[in-house]
């Protein structure tokens, strides 16, 4: 509204103050000018800094949204998906999608307004004028229709080369031992420049596009202007009852800059920014449709409490339908029992654990633990009573303490220093400066890989599990703490069962 201001008071100006020689019509035109101008700096401010809230506490909600629904997902979801390209998802995009809730809709909204505001302003003041005014507007309307189809689908693109670099740079820091070992440097460094110049390459097709599209629209309002001009101009030198001022030809000049600038804004919105915002949403909602692999009944069983009784009966299963790991398989293990299950590498050995932990579910045949079928038990509630230590442990990228506690954040301090103990740990840890509250960097990188391995057990001996699993848990320790973990395993394994 107070953008409406300033040409009236132009043509105030030149019709009146100047002519007139009115000196306090000049200062009452410049003081309420300059009204405006602070008026409209302040709700600027206001727009700007509310809407920025605004913008970030809905990403924040769609990220935790998000990253909430990531939790629901199988196993088989993020090993068929690279860590790069979910992170880039959680971070990346959401972030582009703030900008259509910042900038878009706040821009469509106040453009929307003065663009009414504007058009009744004009045809009141001159409608012969205001009706050449829309002229260029039906081919505005047909370049940002083309425009907007042919930029999502580069933008969508663009995001796509945005996670293949995130993956691939999250992948070889990973991997930077590997890489050094076997003087890969040159090469790695011949990778990422090929997927970086894709990346500059997907961006450029994009800006071939916009680029073209901001100055044609930039050159189709400035042709209304002259339209506008040349027309005021000539209604001014012919005369007649229909005559206009040059306070007045000034007046509406600025008024269709007015009257253009909305219309710019909108067209850069769905032209430019919505394609390149929407390409980024449809990423995310392709992992929020997502939905688990198996599927948890309604009312399915939530037990507080399992005695550790394991039974397969007919067991099949295979991460390619052509191809089995397990075929028929019978088993039948009592609570309390301890069973290893002994073969060459890729039998199925961790497969088949990893289906009593409900990370998978079979093709044929069930798998029960106290007689049911963990189709019919929520996995949350199951894996509470299930302790895994993996042949490749995992440590987070906090302090030693709460790697132990993870299972049990609210654990206290002496039953964390008992499973430590039981798991041959306390010592190492004890030695370090910073003792339990020693981080351990990314993926216990600090550490030791037996060191990793004992914070490991005690990490499920911490959580007393009904059911404990022991992925050849001993595998990367030497012999002597090999020993000592056995001894302390075994005193674990007595009452509860153990695979």
Known sequence: ?????????????????????????????????????????????????????????????????????????????????????????????????EQVIVHAVQTLIGSVLLLVGVTIYIFLTNARLAALTLIPIPVMCATVWFFSRRLKGRFRIFRQKVADLNSFVHDRIAGVRVVKLFTGERQEQSHFEDRSRDYYDAFMDAARSFTVFFPLMQLLSGTGTLIVIFAGGWMAIRGGPDVLTPGQLMAFVLLVGRFYQPIGEISRLLGHMLPRSLAAADRIFEFMDESSQFDIPPDATKPHRIEGRIEIEGLSFGYDENEPVLDNIYLDIAPNETVALV??????????????????????????????????????????????????????????????????????????????????????????????????????????????????????????????????????????????????????ARDRTTI
């Open 1 to 97: 509204g107070l953008q409406l201001v300033h040409p009236d008071l132009i043509r105030r100006l030149i019709d009146n103050a100047i002519p007139n020689r009115d000196f306090g019509l000049l200062i009452i035109i410049v003081l309420v000018f300059l009204g405006t101008i602070l008026l409209s700096s302040a709700f600027r401010f206001l727009h700007s800094y509310y809407g920025h809230e605004l913008g970030q506490r809905l990403v924040r909600q769609l990220r935790n949204d998000l990253y909430e629904h990531l939790q629901t997902l199988s196993v088989r979801f993020f090993e068929e998906k690279q860590t790069g390209e979910v992170m880039s998802r959680v971070v990346n995009d959401t972030e582009v999608v």
């Open 343 to 492: 073969g060459p590498s890729g039998v199925g050995k961790t497969t088949l654990v990893d289906l009593i932990c409900r990370f998978y579910d079979p093709e044929r045949g069930r798998v029960a633990i106290d007689g049911m079928d963990l189709r019919e038990v929520d996995p949350v509630s199951l894996r509470r009573h299930i302790g895994m230590v993996l042949q490749e442990p995992f440590l987070f990228n906090t302090t030693i303490k709460e790697n132990i506690a993870y299972g049990r954040p609210d654990a206290p301090e002496d039953q964390i220093w008992a499973a430590a103990r039981r798991a041959g740990a306390d010592e190492f840890i004890r030695k370090l400066p910073d003792g339990y509250e020693t981080v351990v960097g990314e993926r216990g990188v600090k550490l030791s890989v037996g060191q990793k391995q004992r914070i490991a057990i005690a990490r499920a001996l911490l959580k007393d599990p009904a059911i404990l699993v022991l992925d050849e848990a001993t595998s990367s320790v030497d012999t002597i703490t090999e020993r000592k973990i056995q001894k302390a395993l075994a005193v674990a």
